[in-house]
């Protein structure tokens, strides 16, 4: 099982609900807390699991924007992991979600560096790397009812941008997604095999023009009609 | 990446002290370099004074240092989990080497040798270590290279050299025409290592925001990257250095490290041999300073810079 | 996919999960913005642990935006009042210094003197309230005061939107209506920045792309919405009703209009009276008796326009018998807009969109509203009783906020919006733009503002109402305006929702008259909520000659330290929206959804930890306290405990209560029925919402379902079943117009200048026409337009002021257009000085190509003041966040002409014209840096808890990840 995130460039319209939702849950969860240095003063600076960017593409006027969540891609190949000197980092065989012990975690941000998608985060109050679990303690606590047992981030999206799965079920909504959208992986040549698949925006669709018949010059082209009320 | 104070102070230190170990058990072993034991005394406590300091100073950058014992746990994957455990092992063969010498004199017995040359592998080894850390990140492609393990081993050697020679100097009052040879041989070694250095990492080449954005057909501008003040991944990976300044600081870095040693070596003086191997070791943090301020993480593509 | 527990046996690495036996969840509703999503808060020792969407509630369907999710942040702000403060005797207004007192005091000391004014002279009240949600309460309140100064900030919002919509089709965009999202095939959005609304819109434009409808947006900036949109079209600010009639005119020109729908559902077939310069003239023909007429084309004859029975001519000109020319409403828009004056042409030099594109996007409406017609088989009974076998769907909608209402021609360009879609015939249909219970009302809604005020007596009706004629006017016999906003006075004659960005101006001038008492809710007066804030500021503090305050007294309601709490005398601490009970009324603006009439409830899901009470619990005691009439018995004895008991036993008349569910005795009665003393319960058990479904029948064409029309009169929503006749002409402007040209047999205006805006800019019929500062100012010298928005994390939020949010942004950039600045040498995030006509700022620039060339932007309300909020003195927000609103005058450009007294507002509806402002841009000299003007720190609130410097937030101690060793050291090498 390799569990993930597709990600719709199409429709994100960079609310920012994912991060907030993100910062929320997870504080108070297996990954926290998620601290914030100076969240009243100047330059305010906490450990965040979801960072939402946006870009231009092309120049004016045919220029796009584009808003692209960005969070632990659970990568195949996950350089973070095999950097980890003291084990705290580590990508679960069961699902392929990649974690970190916060009681092992010595805070060398050797795995940051390894990272390069962003993904991983110090916490400035505990000294140790912050990033998604995939919500692992929301998909699997039986506690939770079962609709809700997917990623914070995926139930809030209100544009419903996020979709969370199995990429090695053919027929899951997120394997569909990346078969039926050319979904596309970040940064490929890096060869770290990323799992979660951001889906471009899809071409714009054709509606025809009604075709005139004849164009009416003034008033007196009206004809009127028997329509009653 | 932003140049952590600390980690420069480990990788030049250590990278010295397990230089001057190295060749100096080497030239014991040999025969080629003087057999004094006060001198092996002497660059023995040196070098493992600088490695001890190194190693401190690089638990300083960690930010929940109360775990660092963990560090020894993922020898199977990470190099600085196997850097943690080289580091660790080469104490015991580097005291019993140097308690030996202490106690027998320069003649050691073979037990005595052996864990010299077994320390002095080590040396290198964990030095092969440290570099390898930077080495397979694929994310840096200014350290992604085989460029860098070359660098660091031959910048420890040249800088181990310079010490060894200059310990030479304070302990026996006088020069070794071979270390001296050594060390000049080293500098010029190091000085091309490091200039292949600098013209690899000009070249053009690797990601670009085009790739990291997956938009490849047009230009791509960032907006906003998602939070006004700087955060963990600008603070660690937005380091930026003028161009102006980073002209001078090569300068600064080629003339400290290598140019002037060279010529103070040629004077073949004692007290200018210590000073042209303080001056590499300067030097060298400098050089350790742009190994690290000039290595352009990918991350930073996807906060605007438009190619690593 | 739903679980992965079921899939997967729980191995190694998976934390031990937190405890959840102390966690309990609660219902309730949002209150960041105006969209009160339904929340479900998970609490644990009286800490919230998780806000989430209500995934069965109808508004948000489970999701949630990043001010919902932060709601934790603002439940813990360090900013938060814990006490009654009064401003320290022998301090100054504004220095923030304050002495707590006790609530008996506090309340005392306000009933004493609002007990004062209301025996002596009730006008001396005003109470205005910002982004409430409670408007029938409050202005109930202020009614049986007897006080018509009161409203809340629609006239600064979305009034031109409201009175847009409810003059023409009975309701309107937004809170009145809303895209039917399951059926459209395209979406022509208009105007809408990152707001208004927030989720819903979202939630629907997933469901557009899904299906592959189209989504156009007009906008001359690019973020949020638009970045999604299928085509971006970069309009000139201010300019959207010219494109409107443009499109209009292409689809006249090509005879694209449901001739069906005009003859059966508008007024267009009406005959008008064409007498130009004669009284009367432009009204409908009613042949002496109280129905405007039609030309019957089989009777020939004229005939009741209301009549089922008969076949109207849509176009031609006729003569009454008695000589009167008279022509159809029709005639007179074929004439109009036929014109060149509307062709794309002409319309693309003003608006900046190419006139291809004009024709192009008109054509494609045409196209899927004739050629892609949909239908719903449903049979269904119109207003005259004939059974129909379909709804016919006509699958184009509209949507339109505030960059068409923030402009002082917004009424009317929400008018031309409108009568596109009409045109179109997708007005209450499938895919089209659909009506939310309570509306649609009759055109306007029955209500006439109150103006004859005495002591000790109730309003007769509500403070705010909807003119419809010049005998409406809250003005006295001179013509002079009756309320201190100079709202339905010849200023500003339909301001439905009042102005309440002139309160403060025209009371410290004493233009109309002075006040005594300024009291507010939750309005940031002292900041973002005011235009001219630089101003607004002395105005506050400005003094008599005796050294008393202009406005002697002023009381502010806040849960938070925000700016205006500095510059109140007497502050009453509010709760957070976690710690309260609240109504979202049918009696207000519901939170109904187009198929289902719904409203909700607040319920406290944490006990605050603070002296601090609901404003509303506050608003029931003092009118206990009062004796207003409503509140109290014939001998007057206190009717209600508290708000809670207010609500479950107030009748507004019977059966019909603040909340429309789980009513009756038994609680089983749904919009009518008895009080239900278990009401609150019903709701808490019902995840705190009532939701009442339509039948299929009564889901579309409301204006004209019989079915529907009986529903909504006993709901109380309308006041009888006739067909609801949408107003392409509007008659109920004519007047208006009739009276500025002197042809009105009624009150008409004395001053010049009012003549002038009346005739000019109450067309009976949409027009364009330039905005009002942009008419006064230089627009060489002034080059560039200036909007904001606010981004979608802090939208329509007067307290988003949080510290998970402030990192997102705390500091705001002036956004231009690369090339544009490019030209003019401004480099991206160096520091300009913007100017207007009213003063100037200094902002830091970032470039972006989503832009319109002529436009210059920020997002609003992220400058703040240091001190306030928690914040520190050198927080980004103060240092380095700007307002524009210092460059916005509340008054026209001063020309020192009579109308520089002037509100700049729309002329027709009052509402503040922010986005008319033109500014000039020069780069700052070397070393200016920073944000300009600065205001000096505000002080923390007494006892405040200084803001930490590390925040930890969680609601226990986490449970970690506990792994073994030996799965630490044996976890395979991938």
């Given at each position: 099982?390799?569990?993930g995130?597709?990600?719709?460039l199409?429709t994100?319209?960079?609310?920012?609900?994912?991060?907030?939702a993100?910062?929320?849950?997870?504080?108070s969860?297996?990954?926290?807390?998620?601290?914030?240095k100076?969240p009243y003063?100047?330059n305010?600076?906490?450990?965040?699991?979801?960072?939402?960017?946006t870009?231009e593409?092309?120049?004016?006027?045919?220029?796009?924007t584009?808003?692209?969540?960005?969070?632990c891609?659970?990568?195949d190949?996950?350089?973070?992991?095999?950097?980890?000197?003291?084990?705290?980092?580590?990508?679960?065989?069961?699902?392929?979600i990649?974690?970190?012990?916060?009681?092992?975690?010595?805070?060398?941000?050797?795995?940051?560096?390894?990272?390069?998608?962003?993904?991983?985060?110090?916490d400035?109050?505990?000294?140790t790397m912050?990033?998604?679990?995939?919500?692992v303690?929301?998909?699997?606590?039986?506690?939770?009812?079962?609709d809700?047992?997917?990623?914070?981030?995926v139930?809030?999206?209100?544009t419903?941008?996020?979709?969370?799965?199995?990429?090695?079920?053919?027929?899951?909504?997120?394997?569909?997604?990346?078969?039926?959208?050319?979904?596309?992986q970040?940064?490929p040549?890096?060869g770290?095999?990323?799992?979660?698949?951001?889906?471009?925006p899809r071409?714009?669709?054709v509606?025809?023009?009604?075709?005139p018949?004849?164009?009416?010059?003034?008033?007196k082209?009206?004809v009127?009609?028997v329509?009653?009320? | 990446m932003?140049?952590?104070?600390?980690?420069?102070?480990?990788?030049v230190?250590?990278?010295?002290?397990?230089?001057?170990i190295?060749?100096m058990?080497?030239g014991?072993m040999?025969?080629?370099?003087?057999?004094?034991s006060?001198?092996?005394?002497?660059?023995g406590v040196?070098?493992?004074?600088?490695?001890?300091?190194g190693?401190l100073?690089?638990?300083?950058?960690?930010?929940n240092?109360?775990?660092a014992?963990?560090?020894?746990?993922?020898f199977?994957?990470?190099?600085?989990?196997?850097?943690?455990?080289?580091?660790?092992?080469f104490?015991?063969f580097?005291?019993i080497?140097?308690?030996?010498?202490w106690?027998?004199?320069?003649?050691?017995?073979?037990?005595?040798?052996?864990?010299?040359?077994?320390?002095?592998?080590?040396?290198?080894?964990?030095?092969?270590?440290?570099?390898?850390?930077?080495?397979?990140?694929?994310?840096?492609?200014q350290?992604?290279?085989?460029?860098t393990?070359?660098?660091?081993?031959?910048?420890?050697?040249?800088?181990?050299?310079?010490?060894?020679?200059?310990?030479?100097?304070?302990?026996?009052?006088?020069?070794a025409?071979?270390?001296?040879?050594?060390?000049?041989?080293?500098?010029?070694?190091?000085?091309?290592?490091k200039?292949?250095?600098l013209?690899?990492?000009?070249?053009?080449?690797?990601?670009?925001?085009?790739?990291?954005?997956?938009?490849?057909?047009?230009?791509?501008?960032?907006l906003?990257?998602?939070?006004t003040?700087?955060g963990?991944?600008?603070?660690?990976?937005?380091?930026?250095?003028?161009?102006n300044k980073?002209?001078?600081?090569?300068?600064?870095?080629?003339?400290?490290?290598?140019?002037?040693?060279f010529?103070?070596?040629?004077?073949?003086s004692s007290?200018?041999?210590?000073?042209?191997?303080?001056l590499?070791i300067?030097?060298l943090?400098v050089?350790?300073?742009?190994?690290?301020?000039?290595a352009r993480?990918?991350?930073r593509?996807?906060?605007?810079?438009?190619?690593? | 996919?739903?679980?992965?527990?079921?899939?997967i046996?729980?191995?190694?690495g998976?934390?031990?999960?937190?405890?959840?036996?102390?966690?309990e969840?609660?219902?309730?509703?949002?209150?960041?913005?105006?969209c009160?999503?339904g929340?479900?808060?998970?609490?644990?020792?009286?800490?919230?642990?998780?806000?989430q969407?209500?995934?069965n509630h109808?508004?948000n369907?489970?999701?949630l935006?990043?001010?919902?999710?932060?709601?934790i942040?603002?439940?813990?702000?360090?900013?938060k009042?814990?006490?009654?403060?009064?401003?320290?005797p022998?301090?100054e207004?504004?220095?923030?210094?304050f002495?707590?007192i006790?609530?008996?005091?506090?309340?005392?000391?306000?009933?004493?003197?609002?007990s004062h004014?209301?025996?002596?002279?009730?006008?001396?009240?005003?109470?205005?309230?910002?982004?409430?949600?409670?408007?029938?309460?409050?202005?109930?309140?202020?009614?049986?005061?007897g006080?018509?100064n009161w409203?809340?900030?629609?006239?600064?919002?979305?009034?031109?939107?409201?009175?847009?919509?409810?003059?023409?089709m009975?309701?309107?965009f937004?809170e009145?209506g809303?895209p039917?999202?399951?059926?459209?095939?395209?979406?022509?959005?208009?105007?809408?920045?990152?707001?208004?609304?927030?989720?819903?819109?979202k939630?629907?434009?997933?469901?557009l792309?899904?299906?592959g409808?189209?989504?156009?947006?007009?906008?001359?900036v690019r973020?949020?919405?638009q970045?999604?949109?299928d085509e971006?079209?970069?309009?000139?600010?201010?300019?959207?009703?010219?494109l409107?009639?443009?499109?209009?005119?292409v689809?006249?020109?090509?005879?694209?209009?449901?001739?069906?729908f005009?003859?059966?559902?508008?007024?267009?077939?009406?005959l008008v009276?064409?007498?130009?310069?004669?009284k009367?003239?432009?009204?409908f023909?009613r042949a002496?008796?109280?129905t405007?007429?039609?030309?019957?084309?089989?009777?020939?004859?004229?005939?009741?326009a209301?009549?089922?029975?008969?076949?109207?001519a849509?176009?031609?000109?006729?003569?009454?018998?008695?000589?009167?020319?008279l022509?159809?409403?029709?005639?007179?828009?074929l004439?109009?807009?036929?014109?060149d004056?509307y062709?794309?042409?002409v319309?693309?030099k003003?608006?900046?969109?190419?006139?291809?594109?004009?024709?192009?996007?008109?054509?494609?409406?045409?196209?899927?509203?004739?050629?892609?017609?949909?239908?719903?088989?449903?049979?269904?009974?119109?207003?005259?009783g004939?059974?129909?076998?379909?709804?016919?769907g006509?699958?184009?909608?509209?949507?339109?906020m505030?960059?068409?209402?923030?402009?002082?021609n917004?009424f009317?360009?929400?008018?031309?919006?409108?009568?596109?879609?009409?045109?179109l015939?997708?007005?209450?249909?499938?895919?089209?733009?659909?009506?939310?219970?309570?509306?649609?009302?009759h055109?306007?809604?029955?209500i006439k503002?109150?103006?004859e005020?005495?002591?000790?007596?109730?309003?007769?009706?509500?403070?705010?109402?909807?003119?419809?004629?010049?005998?409406?006017?809250?003005?006295?016999?001179?013509?002079?305006?009756?309320?201190?906003?100079?709202?339905y006075?010849?200023?500003?004659?339909?301001?439905?929702h009042?102005?309440?960005?002139?309160v403060?101006?025209n009371a410290?001038?004493?233009?109309?008259?002075?006040?005594?008492?300024?009291?507010?809710?939750?309005?940031?007066?002292?900041?973002?909520?005011?235009?001219?804030?630089?101003?607004?500021?002395?105005?506050?503090?400005a003094?008599?000659?005796?050294g008393?305050?202009?406005?002697?007294?002023?009381?502010?309601?806040?849960?938070?330290?925000?700016?205006?709490?500095?510059?109140?005398?007497?502050?009453?601490?509010?709760?957070?929206?976690?710690?309260?009970?609240?109504?979202i009324?049918m009696?207000?603006?519901?939170i109904?959804?187009?198929?289902?009439?719904?409203?909700s409830?607040?319920?406290?899901?944490?006990?605050?930890?603070?002296?601090?009470?609901?404003?509303q619990?506050?608003?029931?005691?003092?009118?206990?306290?009062?004796?207003?009439p409503?509140?109290?018995?014939?001998?007057?004895e206190?009717?209600?405990?508290?708000y809670?008991?207010?609500?479950v036993?107030?009748e507004?008349?019977?059966?019909?209560?603040?909340?429309?569910?789980?009513?009756?005795?038994n609680g089983d009665k749904?919009?009518?029925?008895?009080?239900?003393?278990?009401?609150?319960?019903?709701?808490?058990?019902?995840?705190?919402?009532?939701?009442?479904?339509?039948?299929?029948?009564?889901r579309?064409?409301?204006?004209?379902n019989?079915?529907?029309?009986?529903l909504?009169?006993?709901?109380?929503?309308?006041?009888?079943?006739?067909?609801?006749?949408?107003?392409?002409?509007?008659?109920?402007?004519?007047?208006?117009?009739?009276a500025?040209?002197?042809?009105?047999?009624g009150?008409?205006?004395t001053?010049?200048?009012?003549k002038?805006?009346?005739?000019?800019?109450?067309?009976?019929?949409?027009?364009?026409?330039?905005?009002?500062?942009?008419?006064?100012?230089?627009r060489d010298?002034?080059?560039?337009?200036?909007?904001?928005?606010?981004p979608?994390?802090m939208?329509?939020?007067?307290?988003?002021?949080?510290?998970?949010?402030?990192?997102?942004m705390n500091?705001?950039y002036?956004y231009?257009?690369?090339?544009?600045?490019?030209?003019?040498?401004?480099?991206?995030?160096?520091?300009?000085?913007?100017e207007s006509?009213?003063?100037?700022?200094?902002?830091?620039?970032?470039?972006?190509?989503?832009t319109?060339?002529?436009t210059v932007?920020t997002?609003?309300a992220i400058?703040?003041?240091?001190?306030?909020?928690?914040?520190?003195?050198?927080?980004?927000?103060?240092?380095?966040?700007?307002?524009?609103n210092?460059?916005?005058?509340?008054?026209?450009p001063?020309?020192g002409d009579?109308?520089d007294?002037?509100t700049n507002s729309?002329?027709i509806t009052?509402?503040?014209?922010?986005?008319?402002l033109?500014?000039k841009?020069t780069?700052?000299?070397?070393?200016?840096?920073?944000s300009?003007?600065?205001?000096?720190?505000?002080?923390?609130?007494?006892?405040?808890?200084p803001?930490?410097?590390?925040?930890?937030?969680?609601?226990?101690?986490?449970?970690?990840?506990?792994?073994s060793?030996?799965?630490?050291?044996?976890r395979?090498e991938?």
């Amino acid at each position: 099982m390799r569990l993930g995130l597709v990600v719709d460039l199409d429709t994100c319209v960079g609310c920012h609900g994912c991060a907030t939702a993100c910062k929320q849950w997870n504080t108070s969860g297996t990954i926290g807390p998620l601290s914030d240095k100076d969240p009243y003063g100047r330059n305010p600076n906490g450990a965040w699991l979801n960072r939402i960017r946006t870009y231009e593409v092309d120049d004016s006027p045919n220029s796009k924007t584009v808003h692209m969540p960005m969070s632990c891609m659970h990568c195949d190949d996950a350089a973070c992991v095999t950097v980890c000197p003291t084990g705290a980092s580590y990508k679960r065989s069961e699902d392929g979600i990649v974690l970190v012990d916060q009681d092992k975690c010595m805070g060398c941000n050797l795995c940051s560096w390894a990272c390069p998608y962003g993904a991983r985060e110090l916490d400035p109050q505990e000294g140790t790397m912050k990033k998604c679990t995939l919500c692992v303690d929301r998909i699997y606590d039986e506690k939770l009812p079962e609709d809700e047992r997917k990623p914070a981030c995926v139930m809030t999206c209100p544009t419903k941008s996020r979709v969370f799965g199995d990429f090695d079920d053919p027929n899951s909504e997120v394997s569909k997604l990346v078969r039926e959208r050319a979904g596309k992986q970040l940064l490929p040549e890096l060869g770290y095999n990323p799992v979660n698949t951001y889906l471009p925006p899809r071409n714009k669709p054709v509606v025809e023009q009604y075709q005139p018949v004849s164009l009416k010059d003034t008033v007196k082209g009206w004809v009127n009609k028997v329509i009653s009320r | 990446m932003h140049p952590a104070f600390s980690v420069l102070v480990f990788t030049v230190m250590s990278g010295a002290g397990y230089g001057l170990i190295t060749l100096m058990v080497l030239g014991h072993m040999s025969g080629f370099a003087p057999q004094e034991s006060g001198v092996l005394i002497g660059g023995g406590v040196l070098a493992l004074v600088m490695i001890t300091v190194g190693l401190l100073s690089s638990t300083l950058h960690l930010a929940n240092p109360k775990n660092a014992w963990r560090s020894f746990s993922r020898f199977k994957t990470s190099w600085l989990s196997r850097e943690a455990v080289f580091a660790v092992l080469f104490y015991p063969f580097t005291l019993i080497y140097l308690l030996g010498v202490w106690l027998q004199g320069a003649d050691v017995g073979t037990f005595v040798a052996l864990c010299g040359v077994v320390s002095s592998v080590l040396a290198m080894v964990t030095l092969f270590c440290t570099s390898m850390i930077y080495a397979s990140l694929k994310t840096i492609r200014q350290w992604n290279s085989s460029l860098t393990p070359v660098n660091y081993i031959a910048l420890g050697l040249m800088s181990g050299s310079l010490l060894l020679a200059a310990v030479q100097a304070i302990v026996a009052g006088e020069l070794a025409g071979v270390q001296l040879q050594m060390a000049m041989g080293l500098l010029v070694l190091g000085a091309v290592v490091k200039v292949v250095y600098l013209f690899w990492i000009g070249k053009p080449a690797g990601s670009t925001i085009n790739t990291a954005t997956g938009f490849t057909q047009a230009s791509v501008r960032l907006l906003d990257q998602g939070h006004t003040s700087n955060g963990f991944l600008n603070n660690e990976f937005g380091y930026t250095v003028e161009a102006n300044k980073l002209v001078r600081l090569r300068l600064l870095m080629l003339a400290l490290a290598f140019v002037v040693p060279f010529l103070l070596l040629l004077a073949a003086s004692s007290a200018l041999t210590v000073i042209a191997a303080l001056l590499v070791i300067a030097g060298l943090l400098v050089e350790r300073w742009l190994f690290f301020a000039e290595a352009r993480h990918v991350v930073r593509l996807f906060h605007g810079d438009q190619r690593t | 996919m739903t679980s992965q527990a079921n899939l997967i046996p729980v191995n190694s690495g998976l934390p031990e999960f937190e405890n959840r036996d102390k966690q309990e969840t609660k219902y309730t509703t949002c209150y960041m913005c105006a969209c009160r999503c339904g929340i479900k808060v998970t609490v644990e020792d009286n800490k919230v642990r998780f806000i989430q969407g209500n995934p069965n509630h109808p508004v948000n369907k489970g999701v949630l935006c990043a001010k919902g999710n932060s709601g934790i942040m603002k439940q813990y702000s360090p900013a938060k009042l814990s006490s009654p403060l009064l401003r320290k005797p022998g301090t100054e207004r504004g220095a923030g210094e304050f002495e707590e007192i006790s609530w008996e005091q506090a309340l005392d000391m306000l009933e004493k003197r609002l007990s004062h004014i209301r025996a002596t002279d009730p006008k001396k009240l005003a109470y205005f309230t910002g982004r409430d949600q409670m408007q029938a309460l409050t202005g109930m309140w202020a009614s049986q005061f007897g006080t018509i100064n009161w409203a809340a900030h629609g006239g600064f919002c979305s009034v031109n939107m409201a009175a847009g919509g409810l003059y023409t089709m009975g309701h309107a965009f937004w809170e009145f209506g809303d895209p039917d999202w399951e059926n459209t095939k395209y979406f022509l959005m208009w105007g809408v920045a990152e707001d208004h609304a927030s989720n819903p819109i979202k939630l629907g434009l997933k469901r557009l792309k899904e299906r592959g409808a189209k989504f156009v947006s007009v906008n001359p900036v690019r973020t949020g919405y638009q970045a999604i949109a299928d085509e971006w079209v970069a309009i000139r600010p201010g300019t959207d009703g010219i494109l409107a009639l443009s499109m209009v005119h292409v689809l006249l020109k090509n005879q694209l209009v449901d001739e069906e729908f005009l003859i059966r559902y508008t007024n267009s077939a009406q005959l008008v009276v064409n007498t130009p310069g004669q009284k009367g003239d432009g009204l409908f023909y009613r042949a002496g008796g109280e129905t405007p007429q039609v030309w019957d084309q089989v009777t020939e004859a004229y005939a009741d326009a209301n009549r089922p029975d008969v076949s109207p001519a849509l176009f031609g000109e006729y003569t009454a018998p008695d000589g009167t020319p008279l022509r159809t409403a029709m005639s007179i828009m074929l004439e109009k807009y036929m014109d060149d004056e509307y062709s794309p042409e002409v319309a693309a030099k003003e608006c900046g969109v190419a006139a291809e594109d004009i024709e192009r996007i008109a054509l494609e409406m045409a196209h899927v509203a004739f050629k892609e017609t949909i239908t719903v088989d449903v049979e269904w009974t119109d207003w005259a009783g004939r059974k129909q076998d379909k709804f016919i769907g006509r699958p184009v909608s509209m949507h339109a906020m505030r960059g068409i209402s923030a402009h002082s021609n917004g009424f009317q360009t929400c008018r031309a919006i409108h009568m596109l879609q009409v045109l179109l015939g997708t007005i209450d249909c499938p895919g089209g733009h659909l009506a939310k219970p309570p509306f649609p009302k009759h055109i306007p809604p029955g209500i006439k503002p109150a103006k004859e005020m005495a002591p000790n007596t109730p309003l007769k009706s509500p403070p705010l109402g909807f003119p419809t004629c010049p005998e409406d006017l809250a003005i006295d016999a001179d013509g002079k305006p009756l309320r201190i906003d100079k709202a339905y006075s010849w200023d500003a004659p339909i301001s439905c929702h009042g102005l309440m960005h002139m309160v403060i101006s025209n009371a410290v001038k004493g233009d109309p008259y002075k006040i005594d008492t300024l009291m507010l809710f939750m309005a940031n007066m002292a900041w973002n909520s005011s235009m001219n804030t630089e101003q607004t500021l002395e105005m506050l503090c400005a003094k008599e000659d005796d050294g008393e305050y202009k406005i002697p007294f002023i009381v502010c309601s806040d849960a938070f330290n925000s700016e205006m709490v500095a510059y109140s005398d007497l502050v009453l601490p509010d709760t957070t929206y976690l710690e309260r009970y609240d109504t979202i009324s049918m009696l207000d603006r519901p939170i109904s959804e187009p198929h289902a009439a719904c409203d909700s409830v607040r319920i406290p899901v944490i006990k605050p930890d603070r002296n601090v009470v609901s404003w509303q619990e506050v608003m029931v005691e003092m009118a206990g306290r009062l004796g207003f009439p409503a509140f109290t018995t014939g001998e007057g004895e206190r009717k209600y405990d508290d708000y809670k008991d207010f609500i479950v036993n107030f009748e507004k008349e019977p059966g019909i209560g603040f909340l429309a569910g789980y009513r009756g005795e038994n609680g089983d009665k749904s919009l009518r029925g008895e009080p239900n003393p278990r009401q609150w319960e019903a709701y808490e058990e019902n995840e705190g919402f009532f939701e009442f479904e339509l039948g299929m029948n009564q889901r579309y064409m409301r204006h004209a379902n019989r079915d529907y029309l009986e529903l909504a009169k006993e709901a109380g929503w309308i006041g009888n079943t006739d067909q609801i006749v949408i107003e392409l002409y509007s008659e109920k402007l004519q007047t208006f117009r009739l009276a500025g040209q002197g042809l009105y047999d009624g009150p008409m205006p004395t001053e010049e200048h009012h003549k002038e805006r009346l005739v000019k800019y109450f067309d009976p019929l949409p027009i364009y026409y330039m905005p009002l500062e942009e008419q006064r100012i230089d627009r060489d010298e002034y080059p560039y337009h200036a909007v904001n928005q606010r981004p979608m994390f802090m939208y329509h939020s007067w307290d988003s002021q949080n510290a998970w949010l402030r990192q997102i942004m705390n500091q705001n950039y002036l956004y231009m257009n690369r090339i544009a600045a490019e030209r003019d040498g401004i480099k991206d995030m160096s520091w300009v000085w913007v100017e207007s006509h009213n003063g100037k700022i200094r902002a830091q620039v970032k470039l972006m190509e989503g832009t319109n060339e002529q436009t210059v932007w920020t997002w609003n309300a992220i400058g703040k003041r240091g001190g306030a909020w928690g914040l520190s003195e050198d927080a980004n927000e103060s240092t380095d966040g700007f307002l524009m609103n210092h460059l916005i005058s509340e008054l026209l450009p001063q020309k020192g002409d009579e109308t520089d007294r002037v509100t700049n507002s729309d002329p027709i509806t009052g509402q503040a014209a922010w986005y008319d402002l033109r500014v000039k841009i020069t780069p700052a000299a070397e070393g200016e840096t920073g944000s300009w003007p600065q205001f000096g720190p505000l002080k923390p609130q007494p006892n405040a808890k200084p803001s930490p410097d590390m925040l930890s937030y969680t609601s226990h101690k986490n449970v970690n990840i506990l792994r073994s060793l030996s799965d630490i050291l044996t976890r395979g090498e991938k």
